[in-house]
C-alpha cells in the first residue's frame, strides 16, 4: 500500500483456523476416556484425563468413590454444548436426573505440550 507521499507499507498478519468438529471430537474422545476407565474402575486411567495441576483432586474423588466407580461413571451425563478458543474449552454435561435435565460445566485445556486434558468438572 503507497500513502500519498509514495512511501510503500505494508503488514504481516497471523491468521489460525481452527476445526471445531475435531475439536470437539478431540476433548469428547477425552471425556469418554475419563467415564470409561471409571466404568472399568481404573481410578488411575481416569485420572490421566485431568490435567496435572488437578489430577490429585480428582483421584482423590474417585478414590472416595471407591467400588461406586463405575455407578458414578453412568451418572456424569453426555456433553452437549460449549464454546472453544485456541487452548481452552467450555463446555455444558447434561443428565437427566428424575425426569429434569441437569447442566454441569466441564472445562478443558491444552496442558504444556499441546495435549487437551480435563481442568475442572
Not at 56 to 73: E, H, K, M, T
Not at 75 to 100: H, M, P, Q, Y
Not at 109 to 121: K, N, S
Amino acid at each position: 500500500m503507497e500513502d500519498a507521499e509514495k512511501i510503500q507499507y505494508s503488514d504481516t498478519r497471523r491468521i489460525i483456523v481452527l476445526d471445531i468438529v475435531e475439536q470437539r471430537e478431540t476433548v469428547c474422545a477425552i471425556y469418554a476416556h475419563m467415564r470409561s476407565r471409571l466404568a472399568a474402575d481404573d481410578a488411575a486411567g481416569a485420572g490421566q484425563a485431568f490435567h496435572i495441576r488437578h489430577r490429585q483432586r480428582y483421584l482423590d474423588l474417585f478414590d472416595a468413590l471407591g467400588s461406586n466407580r463405575p455407578i458414578a461413571a453412568t451418572r456424569f451425563g453426555e456433553i452437549a454444548n460449549g464454546t472453544f478458543s485456541l487452548s481452552d474449552a467450555e463446555l455444558i454435561l447434561v443428565n437427566l436426573d428424575g425426569g429434569t435435565i441437569q447442566g454441569y460445566p466441564i472445562r478443558f485445556v491444552q496442558d504444556g505440550g499441546g495435549v487437551w486434558r480435563i481442568e475442572a468438572l
